[in-house]
């Protein structure tokens, strides 16, 4: 069973250029969560999704920022009109409907952007 | 608010010595835990994690954490470090299976 897949891990954009991270989620969950790491920092929660379904986004910024997750194909993270403020690291985790396995979150391995 | 505090920025230890990495928490009901272990450039893989019951888990690799909610405050350690635990440790919280608050992490360093 692969795990969460994430592409391309390494993206770079210039500023006003548009950046999208998509997120494969593993086999068999279908709730997808986003955060940004900063350098130096810990992970910031951004967004959660179930399949065409925003269901929490109180992480995201108000402007720039969009999520989709829909009913075929990957979660895709949306970045318009890039700064260099938007640098990071960005990771999907997944996370199962129904089992005892719930509440636990799955982790990829990032998609780092620089912003030049 | 829900927060995650992990007082040491930086640890380093001889390998073969004992590990214990702080995190204490704040949140209003009984949380859900979880420690996550980041090498250079990687994702997050997942060390351990309570949620209810028997207070002090197992986890991958040699790992264990306490629960202590006296304390609030959920350690993660390890009786005997290898070189290759070398890596940014993540402590955090679940918010009603929604999103994860994280800790600021802890960085360990281990000298041969």
């Known amino acids: 069973n692969a795990g969460v897949m994430q592409n391309p891990r390494h993206l770079v954009r210039r500023r006003g250029q548009e950046a999208r991270l998509r997120c494969s989620p593993m086999k068999g969950h279908s709730h997808v969560y986003w955060y940004r790491q900063l350098p130096e920092e810990g992970l910031k929660f951004m967004v959660y999704l179930q399949k065409e379904n925003i269901i929490d986004e109180s992480g995201m910024p108000k402007e720039r920022f969009s999520a989709e997750f829909p009913k075929e194909g990957p979660s895709i993270l949306r970045i318009q009109q890039v700064v260099r403020g938007d640098s990071a690291a960005y990771f999907c985790a997944s996370s199962p409907v129904a089992s005892s396995d719930t509440d636990t979150q799955y982790f990829g391995p990032g998609t780092r952007l620089t912003v030049l | ?112």
């Open chain 2, 1 to 112: 608010a829900q927060s995650v505090t992990q007082p040491d920025i930086h640890i380093t230890v001889s390998e073969g010595a004992s590990l214990e990495l702080r995190c204490n928490y704040s949140y209003g009901a009984t949380p859900y835990l979880f420690w996550y272990v980041q090498s250079p450039g990687q994702g997050l893989q997942l060390l351990l994690k309570y949620f209810s019951g028997d207070t002090l888990v197992q986890g991958i690799k040699g790992f264990e954490a306490e629960f202590k909610r006296s304390q609030s405050s959920f350690n993660l350690r390890k009786p005997s470090v290898h070189w290759s635990d070398a890596a940014e440790y993540f402590c955090a919280v679940g918010e009603d299976t929604d999103k994860l608050i994280f800790g600021t992490g802890t960085r360990l360093q281990v000298f041969p």
